[in-house]
């Protein structure tokens, strides 16, 4: 399950990206990660420092047992690692890395609880990088509410922004094969195609 949320909303981000650093807010789409959408959610920051919880699924409220909209996500995290967690938000909010975590929530008389987090920066529809799309999936039983996690391990990955890459040709078209010339040979280097429309 974690494995199949997280790469669907993934994959939609770098669709939605089309090769530039960030996707913007207004382009999403919840219909095209209608499958993990209970496990998702947006953040917003609000200002240096300060991040909110601007819309959430309902995987999240389960796990702390309440309404999340407008909490700090640094609320799903236990006291010790709020602010190694806040550092990687900083780095989120820059705009140029996708943060992924692994996460183990461990209670005094409850099952511990594993869970995998991903961040992914987007843009406001000013065009400042102020919004992010994440996904929490746990593995295990909740339990009795809140659960808050440790981060058991960070990867961050840098984002690599460029050109979009280009649309596929419909049907089963192929690239056209790149000219070499031949070495010896002599003539013209163009020719003439021609071709035929049809109604």
């Known amino acids: 399950m974690s494995d199949r949320c997280l790469k669907q909303v993934l994959d939609y981000w770098e669709t939605l990206r089309a090769g530039r650093a960030a996707p913007m807010r207004s382009e999403l789409d919840p219909r095209r990660i209608e499958d993990a959408l209970e496990y998702t959610f947006i953040l917003e920051r609000a200002g240096p420092g300060t991040t909110r919880i601007r819309i959430a699924g309902m995987h999240l409220c389960d796990l702390m047992g309440m309404e999340t909209r407008g909490m700090s996500p640094a609320s799903l995290l236990e006291p010790a690692d709020r602010g190694r967690f806040g550092a990687l938000l900083d780095r989120l909010f820059a705009g140029r890395e996708i943060i992924e ?17 991903i961040l992914l920066p987007m843009r406001s529809d000013l065009g ?15 339990g009795a509410p809140p659960r808050r996690f440790a981060i058991a391990r960070q990867r961050i990955t840098r984002i690599v922004s460029g050109a979009p890459a280009p649309h596929a040709a419909p049907g089963f078209a192929e690239p056209a094969p790149r000219f070499t010339p031949t070495e010896g040979k002599t003539g013209p280097h163009l020719r003439l195609v021609y071709m035929r429309e049809e109604d």
Not at 102 to 116: E, N, P, T, Y
Not at 128 to 142: K, P, Q
């Open 128 to 142: 400042e990088m102020t919004r992010a799309l994440g996904c929490l999936v746990t593995d295990g039983i909740i």
């Open 101 to 117: 975590l692994d996460l183990v929530a461990r209670a005094q008389g409850r099952m511990s609880l594993s869970a995998r987090m």
